[in-house]
């Protein structure tokens, strides 16, 4: 507890000091607020006796250099924002230059953490008080029976701020005070992450409830979902290589894809037999009318984005209960093929893998599926399904006895 002196009214104001009412009045600042700041020393302060109590009093000249650097930072919150994002385009700020997706994922989540705290954008709001808010927020909130913490939303918006505070202190806006008290705020990772994957059946079930689930849907959403999930589920397409797709890419006599992938890689996926028809059907019936060469387009006849794609999962997760995105799917192929037999070599070249170790972390094989695949190999023998088909458990003490008493 900080230990703040006890002044009479006279001495008091001979030193600079004001009610915090007064100085709230004076600043337009928050009453409130002096009182946390002079009560934990944070802004120099006293105590003046006022009839049987104690009052708070502060440094008026503390609270007008806030009032004056808030009125500085309200006129140049925009311009400094606009600065701060073309320098680090530019790599006049930080290491090197940073790409236009990071910039303008930047700027995503600035506005998002404005809109949650419902401020008008202000310097002075980028702070640790505020931080905590948006981290409360109910869209963020932890899911302890699904293990969802939102780490990564919570981490692009801690990233934003510290690297606009560094920079706001380079420009003299910001103190280190300011930064450190945004790091004891850095997110961490609440459950260990899990690699969802998904049989065949639960699957099928998600084609099912996008068939039903019409919640202000039309059917051109539940073709277009239908079929993100095939792309997903039964090429292992990865989610930005479906929005690359083009019309002249899919060649349906010999049943292949021609994806262009990470990297500027080229490779060639064999058309899984769920997947064709409904490749046919999209371009037959239900894709809109347009000059786009793109195989998957809007209602308005313009190309899909990643973040189109991305917003459909999400809905699709929220209304099923079921934490799924196009890159579990992905993963759920890779698996799938895995358990029909299909040598790892084939899943890597499907997946556009360069390394094999990265193919066999996407592959969760259980022992039954090895011990089908090892007994038509060398026994041409079927695994016993049910329990009663199963030989019965022998015990090594029976077997001892067998020995012994022949």
């Not at 998600?206 to 079929?227: A, C, H, P, Q």
């Not at 890689?265 to 060469?293: A, C, M, Y």
Request: proline share 2%; aromatic share 10%.
């Amino acid at each position: 507890m900080v230990e703040i002196a006890l002044l009479s009214e006279e001495s008091a104001r001979q030193q600079g000091f004001v009610p915090l009412e007064e100085a709230a009045k004076i600043t337009g600042g928050d009453r409130t607020s002096y009182f946390r700041q002079v009560k934990t020393g944070k802004k120099s302060g006293c105590q003046v006796r006022k009839g049987t109590r104690n009052t708070y009093w502060i440094l008026l000249s503390c609270v007008q250099q806030d009032s004056d650097r808030s009125t500085q930072v309200k006129i140049s919150y925009q311009e400094m924002h606009d600065a701060w994002i073309g320098d680090m385009l530019s790599g006049v700020f930080g290491n090197k230059p940073v790409s236009k997706g990071y910039a303008k994922l930047c700027t995503q989540v600035l506005n998002r953490y404005w809109k949650i705290l419902n401020l008008k954008p202000d310097i002075s709001g980028i702070s640790a008080e505020n931080l905590k808010i948006v981290y409360r927020h109910k869209d963020y909130a932890v899911d302890e029976e699904n293990q969802i913490d939102h780490f990564s939303v919570k981490t692009s918006i801690y990233r934003a701020c510290i690297s606009f505070t560094d920079y706001l202190i380079e420009k003299g806006l910001k103190s280190f005070t300011d930064r450190e008290a945004l790091t004891k705020l850095k997110p961490k990772k609440r459950f260990k992450l899990q690699n969802r994957m998904l049989s065949k059946d639960e699957i099928q079930e998600m084609f099912r409830f996008n068939e039903v689930w019409r919640k202000g849907r039309t059917s051109y959403d539940i073709v277009v979902l239908d079929l993100l999930i095939s792309f997903y589920a039964f090429a292992g397409l990865r989610a930005s290589e479906a929005v690359k797709l083009k019309i002249e890419h899919v060649a349906f006599k010999e049943r292949f894809l021609h994806v262009k992938g990470k990297g500027g890689k080229d490779r060639f996926v064999n058309i899984h037999p769920e997947l064709l028809p409904k490749l046919k059907n999209w371009l037959e019936k239900n894709r809109p009318n347009s000059n786009s060469d793109y195989f998957l387009v809007q209602k308005n006849g313009n190309k899909f984005t990643l973040a189109m794609i991305c917003s459909r999962f999400l809905r699709l997760s929220n209304a099923c209960k079921n934490h799924v995105h196009a890159h579990a799917l992905r993963r759920s192929f890779a698996n799938i093929m895995s358990n029909d037999n299909m040598p790892l070599e084939l899943i890597q070249n499907s997946l556009g893998h360069s390394d094999i170790r990265m193919t066999m972390r996407y592959t969760n094989s259980s022992f039954k599926h090895t011990q089908a695949w090892w007994n038509k190999r060398f026994y041409d023998k079927e695994v016993p399904d049910k329990e009663e088909d199963r030989p019965e458990k022998v015990s090594i003490t029976d077997i001892l006895d067998e020995f012994i008493n022949g």
